[in-house]
């Protein structure tokens, strides 16, 4: 339960980073990791929890881009969103 926790926290805490889409996937993993301690089923905890391992991934990578393509991968962005 203590890795579970810990794996909640994580997530919570990624989805607090303001940028477009990585809230859905940690979101996701949190709900599914949820609802498998309240039905007391590991299997979907486990599931939950690969899910909130893909949504660390997701943020993390969107983060180091973010950190090497700096501007010039912002205005790529904003490019490709019409603004």
């Not at 939950?48 to 790529?76: H, K, N, R």
């Amino acid at each position: 339960r203590i890795l579970i926790g810990c794996a909640i926290t994580l997530m919570s805490i990624s989805m607090m980073i303001p940028i477009p889409g990585t809230n859905t996937l940690p979101a996701i993993g949190i709900f599914v990791t949820g609802f498998g301690l309240v039905e007391d089923d590991g299997a979907i905890s486990l599931a939950g929890l690969v899910l909130c391992v893909l949504g660390a991934t997701l943020s993390i990578s969107i983060v180091v881009a973010l950190w090497f393509g700096g501007t010039s991968l912002v205005d790529q962005i904003k490019i490709w969103l019409g603004r």
